[in-house]
């Protein structure tokens, strides 16, 4: 049968309604033993997450304001949701306690923490599974750097105490004691430092889509949903400015090889998006996964004869960026050429700098810029098995009349990346898009 743990997001638990819709699920799944949640997120465009209000609670005392009133709607939140799950918790006494703390000085990530920590307890009683705090497994060396091993194993330990648990997410604890937390949106990592700990069969990421998109949907209108994606493809993805999940949650599951499943909590019936070790295969035989990009960046184009005879020439390019503290995106290279691909905001002010120093020191034959310009990623580990998925790519950037100022192929042979001027940007992308998918 396996064994899933399942972590439900912000919007996942924002009310009664859609901690009932997870009781629903986890009563169709008998495979998840273990449940991650966040602290209640929004309930609708423009209402407040309780994280975003606790960390309010906090700024206000440091500035002599009055908080209570916030805290107050905290409060009602959470009574509003016990009164309609009729849980056994006894909320007046644990707000009493966070009050007490909150006027005592209590760091902002204890308060920033209560809210997975009330959740965790209201919904694990009214599932009736055991509610396990975070702060007893998932630990910080003094200085606050996250101890991957010990989580490990104090996880594997505790866990197996429990048949069925609830875990608050987004924080853990000091050896000291005292909580500390992921960045924000950490309760991600949680899960995943679960699923990977009691060896899980699969991490189900519980929130408000149906999984990935092929693209942008503000760009291409109704992409298709990606299916099954690796870890790698969700990598170049993300980096090229999806909004995917964060690395450090992938992680944890990634290390174990334990597939991650994106899934809608408000459309249970959807498959979702299935992340995995091995590339998977799309749904129609398609051979890309996705697509993604970003715009503002600058490209130098250098061109000199000989220039793959001449040593060192790569180290003094990488130098002189380093020197001006600025990272090399891409760096596509030809014979007698290369590129450096650079973002703007960290050249911002530089360039003239930099590209007089390429001059003095590299003495290029020619050298031009191109401000302004876009990347866009098409990925697919589809694409090195088959011929000429370059040639349909460029086509249809061609057909779309649309100038490619640079390529870059990944050696993986994963992802194609083309630059384009920052103008052409969503044109390109629902050209590929329409080359590719539709
Ligand atoms: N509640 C935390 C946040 O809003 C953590 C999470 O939801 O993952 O960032």
């Known amino acids: 049968m396996g064994l899933k743990v399942a972590k439900f997001g912000g919007s996942s638990v924002a ?54 009133q916030i805290f107050q709607v905290i409060y009602d939140r959470f009574m509003a949701v016990d009164a309609n799950l009729s ?12 009050k007490a703390n909150l006027e005592a000085g209590a760091s902002a990530d204890y308060i920033a923490s209560r809210g997975e920590y009330l959740n965790a307890q209201m ?17 910080f060396d003094e ?10 194993t104090v996880i594997e330990k505790e866990l197996a105490k429990h048949e069925k648990a609830v875990v608050p997410g987004f924080y853990g604890s000091k050896i000291d004691g005292s909580v500390k937390t992921f960045s924000r949106g950490g309760s991600d990592i949680t899960g995943a430092l679960i699923a990977r700990a ?3 069969d699969v991490y189900e990421n519980w929130t408000d889509v149906s999984g990935f998109l092929m693209a942008d949907p503000r760009i291409v209108k109704n992409p298709k949903p990606i299916s099954t994606i690796s870890y790698r493809e969700l990598r170049e993805l993300s980096y090229m400015g999806a909004s995917v999940l964060h690395e450090d949650a992938i992680y944890p599951a990634r290390v174990a090889n334990i597939p991650i499943n994106i899934r809608n909590t408000n459309k249970p019936e959807d498959p979702g998006t299935m992340i995995t070790a091995e590339p998977g295969r799309q749904q129609d035989g398609r051979i890309i996964s996705g697509i993604a990009g970003s715009k503002d960046f600058t490209v130098i184009a250098i061109s000199k004869n000989g220039l793959s005879y001449e040593r060192g020439f790569i180290r003094k390019l990488a130098g002189i960026l380093e020197d001006n503290g600025v990272a090399i ?42 401000e302004n310009m876009a990347l866009i990623a098409t990925v697919g580990s589809g694409m090195s ?10 086509t249809a950037l061609a057909d779309a009349k649309i100038n490619i100022r640079m390529i870059d192929q990944g050696s993986s042979e994963m992802n194609i990346i083309v630059g384009v001027e920052n103008k052409d940007f969503e044109k390109a992308i629902k050209a590929i898009y329409g080359a590719f998918v539709a």
Do not use: W
Not at 25 to 49: N, T
Not at 87 to 98: H, Q, R, S, W
């Open 123 to 139: 919904i694990a009683s009214y599932l009736g599974y055991d509610f396990v705090d975070a702060a007893a497994m998932i630990k």
């Open 329 to 370: 995106e891409h760096m596509p290279s030809g014979i007698d050429t290369v590129s450096v691909v650079l973002e703007n905001e960290a050249i911002d002010g530089k360039l003239d700098e930099i590209t007089e120093e390429i001059k003095r020191q590299l003495k290029p034959d020619h050298m031009e810029t191109f």
């Open 15 to 68: 009310d009664a309604l859609q901690i009932k819709k997870i009781k629903n699920i986890l009563d169709e799944d008998d495979a998840i033993k273990y449940v991650v949640v966040s602290a209640p997120g929004k309930r609708f465009d423009g209402d407040s997450k309780v994280t975003d209000l606790l960390y309010l609670c906090k700024t206000h005392i440091e500035h002599k304001l009055p908080y209570e």
């Open 385 to 394: 098995a088959r011929v000429g998925v370059s040639a349909q790519l460029f």
């Open 198 to 200: 009691v060896k899980a």
């Open 143 to 152: 200085k606050g750097r996250f101890m991957e091993d010990l989580t490990n």
């Open 87 to 98: 849980a056994e918790i006894n909320l007046k006494k644990e707000f009493d306690e966070i």
